[in-house]
């Protein structure tokens, strides 16, 4: 079965940090570009990070960059985001997707995960 | 501020047509016809639709359709159903990856 897998979630303090992970399976990793997506509560969906499929090109949205680091392991189909320094406006649901365009400037997310709950509060 | 702008929620009945549309400038949209569009049930992942303006993926209804005009893209869902009561997300390129802010719709 093609699927992402997000882990890693749970509730963080202010300026703490967290390592999201996301399993991929019944596809070729190695040949997708990926991306993280979040949500917060009751919020539309905001785009955070894209990695080439071979992590050579890596994009960052202006409210994360400096803070998240993404980065991926094609010889174990993960994808991961490490996220520090968090604030309360990081709290969302984060969702990777995968990308069928291969291209940044062309965002075509055509597979997702469930989502994990990042929660940042004291 | 989204920089592409979406109607918060558009209605309609069973049988009948909706369009959502999603505005940006010149410099995204109107340049190039690489919109796509996500349906989101409450507490469910989103959803691909259409991608590069109007392609639709495998196994998605040919009632969903997506078309440009101009700097404003939209996504037409005819012989309205029940279970297309979601919220529809449009996102694009426009200096960065965008989405829209989301539009609810709601099946009378």
């Known amino acids: 079965e093609v699927q992402l897998v997000e882990s890693g979630g749970g509730l963080v303090q202010p300026g703490g940090s967290l390592r999201l992970s996301c399993a991929a399976s019944?596809?070729?990793?190695?040949?997708?570009?990926m991306n993280w997506v979040r949500q917060a509560p009751g919020k539309g969906l905001e785009w955070v990070s894209y990695i080439s499929s071979s992590s050579s090109t890596i994009y960052y949205a202006d409210s994360v960059k400096g803070r998240f680091t993404i980065s991926r392991d094609n010889a174990k189909n993960s994808l991961y985001l490490q996220m520090n320094s968090l604030r309360d406006e990081d709290t969302a649901v984060y969702y990777c997707?995968?990308?069928?365009?291969?291209?940044?400037?062309?965002?075509?997310?055509?597979?997702w995960g469930r989502g994990t709950l990042v929660t940042v509060s004291s | 501020q989204s920089a592409l702008t979406q109607p918060a929620s558009v209605s309609g009945s069973p049988g009948q047509s909706i369009t959502i549309s999603c505005t940006g400038t010149?410099?995204?949209?109107?340049?190039?016809?690489?919109v796509s569009w996500y349906q989101q049930h409450p507490g469910k992942a989103p959803k691909l639709m259409i991608y590069e303006g109007s392609k639709r993926p495998s196994g998605v209804s040919n009632r969903f359709s997506g078309s440009k005009s101009g700097n404003t893209a939209s996504l037409t869902i005819s012989g309205l159903q029940a279970e297309d009561e979601a919220d529809y997300y449009c996102c694009s390129y426009a200096g960065r990856v965008v989405f829209g802010g989301g539009t609810k719709l709601t099946v009378l």
């Open positions: 019944g596809f070729t990793f190695s040949s997708y570009s």
């Open positions: 010149s410099s995204d949209v109107g340049s190039y016809n690489l």
């Open positions: 997707a995968s990308d069928g365009s291969g291209s940044y400037y062309n965002p075509l997310f055509d597979l």
